[in-house]
């Protein structure tokens, strides 16, 4: 009989994570939190829509389930929310979402924790968990955290609630020999390394770079990829950075690489807008007879709103000096003006994209990288 599987939340990574499911042989459903049904996901609906976006866009006719009927027979629960609210009404919007996912599991099923929390974040998690079913964890129910970010391609970890493996959940995921099961907090003390060391290279290269100033150093700091970071990638599982700092309060060296880190990521942002206005003042131009493009091309599914967050930002402070901002995912959307164009990449495949139109007075292409490059055509 096939292991039953639910996975809670129609993001890019559930339906990732769904997809790999069913082609390793798991009877899954997937749900999605604005309807009251859970889709079924087979090896067919893989095969044909190998990506949410597919799914979405083509919202084809899929077999369907109540919710509570889906989560009841569930031998795995996968907690992959889509979250777009920030700072405390996050952690109320988390809440709510575990509570509704979890209400309805039934005695020896188990719960898989697939977002990065700090210290003690899972504890909380298998306290509400308790509270809400009744159930005991380690007894009655079995708990996982198997935090998925763009950090590891493979994950080095799965935390255990007792640290031992679980053999089902190996051939669902098809997890490598390199995987290793650990104790929960074991696990997040891993993901805290992971999460640090992404966040503390990123900061030194960001706090650097604001120390070069003439175009020589600039391109000789080029010849080391610096180039090729993006705000894209330097905001990757900000949401597990915030998760851990938390976690602490006070003063402490940890809080210290934290708020380092949260700080060199604001820093860019102001930096990124000083490189604008600079772009300005040196071409003479006119806040009136300018606009700004921030091409980003967000995946709208993806479980955390942290890239979302910093478009928003963006767009709000640089319409502090220009009215005229507009956001896109795609540059086939720039339409040509009277204006000049100050178009801002914010990616490297968007860079990529864009790259392909002619840079001159009008356009004027600005990389979002730690270096804020301007592109010019060759």
């Given at each position: 009989?096939?292991t039953?599987v639910?996975?809670?939340?129609?993001?890019?990574?559930g339906y990732?994570?769904?997809?790999?499911?069913?082609?390793?042989?798991?009877?899954?459903?997937i749900?999605?939190?604005s309807?009251?049904?859970?889709?079924?996901?087979?090896?067919?609906?893989?095969?044909?829509?190998?990506?949410?976006?597919?799914?979405?866009?083509?919202?084809?006719l899929?077999?369907?389930?109540?919710?509570?009927?889906a989560i009841?027979?569930?031998?795995?629960?996968f907690?992959?929310?889509?979250?777009r609210?920030?700072?405390?009404?996050?952690?109320?919007?988390?809440?709510?979402?575990?509570?509704?996912?979890?209400?309805?599991?039934?005695?020896g099923?188990?719960?898989?924790?697939?977002?990065?929390?700090?210290?003690?974040?899972?504890?909380?998690?298998?306290?509400?968990?308790?509270?809400?079913?009744?159930?005991?964890?380690?007894?009655?129910?079995s708990?996982?955290?198997?935090?998925?970010?763009k950090?590891e391609?493979?994950?080095?970890?799965?935390?255990?609630?007792?640290?031992?493996?679980?053999?089902?959940?190996?051939?669902?995921?098809s997890?490598g020999?390199?995987?290793k099961?650990?104790?929960?907090?074991?696990s997040?003390?891993?993901?805290?390394?992971?999460?640090l060391?992404?966040?503390?290279e990123?900061?030194?290269?960001?706090?650097?770079?604001?120390?070069?100033?003439?175009?020589?150093?600039?391109?000789?700091?080029?010849?080391?990829d610096?180039?090729?970071?993006y705000?894209?990638?330097?905001?990757d599982?900000?949401?597990?950075?915030?998760s851990?700092?938390?976690?602490?309060?006070?003063?402490?060296?940890?809080m210290?690489?934290i708020?380092?880190s949260?700080?060199?990521?604001?820093?860019?942002?102001?930096?990124l807008?000083?490189?604008?206005?600079?772009v300005?003042?040196?071409?003479?131009l006119?806040?009136?007879?300018?606009?700004?493009?921030?091409?980003?091309s967000?995946?709208?599914y993806?479980?955390?709103?942290e890239k979302?967050e910093?478009?928003?930002e963006?767009?709000?402070?640089?319409?502090d000096?220009?009215?005229?901002v507009?956001?896109?995912q795609?540059?086939?959307?720039?339409?040509?003006?009277?204006?000049?164009?100050i178009?801002?990449?914010?990616?490297?495949?968007?860079?990529?994209?864009?790259?392909?139109l002619?840079?001159?007075?009008?356009?004027?292409?600005?990389?979002?990288?730690?270096?804020?490059?301007?592109?010019t055509?060759?």
């Amino acid at each position: 009989m096939n292991t039953k599987v639910v996975v809670f939340g129609l993001s890019t990574e559930g339906y990732d994570l769904a997809c790999k499911i069913a082609l390793n042989g798991g009877d899954v459903h997937i749900i999605d939190e604005s309807t009251p049904s859970a889709i079924i996901i087979k090896p067919d609906t893989v095969k044909s829509y190998p990506n949410i976006k597919l799914l979405k866009d083509d919202e084809p006719l899929l077999s369907m389930v109540p919710i509570e009927v889906a989560i009841s027979k569930a031998q795995y629960l996968f907690f992959a929310p889509r979250l777009r609210k920030t700072g405390q009404d996050s952690k109320t919007e988390l809440n709510s979402k575990f509570k509704d996912a979890v209400s309805k599991i039934k005695k020896g099923s188990s719960v898989v924790y697939c977002l990065g929390t700090g210290f003690g974040g899972n504890s909380e998690n298998i306290l509400l968990l308790e509270h809400v079913t009744g159930l005991k964890t380690g007894k009655n129910v079995s708990y996982f955290y198997h935090p998925l970010n763009k950090l590891e391609e493979i994950p080095s970890f799965i935390g255990s609630y007792n640290g031992e493996a679980d053999e089902k959940l190996v051939k669902l995921l098809s997890l490598g020999k390199t995987t290793k099961f650990v104790a929960i907090k074991t696990s997040e003390h891993l993901h805290a390394i992971n999460t640090l060391k992404h966040f503390s290279e990123t900061t030194c290269i960001l706090e650097v770079c604001k120390f070069a100033k003439d175009q020589t150093t600039k391109s000789d700091l080029n010849l080391n990829d610096l180039n090729e970071i993006y705000l894209d990638k330097m905001v990757d599982s900000l949401f597990d950075l915030r998760s851990l700092g938390n976690s602490f309060e006070g003063a402490s060296s940890m809080m210290y690489l934290i708020n380092g880190s949260l700080k060199g990521v604001d820093g860019y942002i102001k930096k990124l807008i000083d490189e604008i206005r600079k772009v300005l003042k040196k071409k003479e131009l006119k806040a009136s007879r300018t606009k700004i493009v921030l091409f980003w091309s967000l995946d709208t599914y993806e479980m955390k709103g942290e890239k979302h967050e910093k478009l928003d930002e963006l767009e709000t402070k640089l319409k502090d000096y220009i009215s005229d901002v507009e956001s896109i995912q795609d540059y086939k959307n720039i339409f040509q003006n009277d204006k000049t164009t100050i178009i801002v990449a914010c990616s490297k495949s968007d860079y990529n994209s864009i790259s392909k139109l002619k840079s001159n007075d009008q356009v004027i292409i600005i990389k979002a990288n730690p270096l804020c490059e301007i592109y010019t055509q060759k």
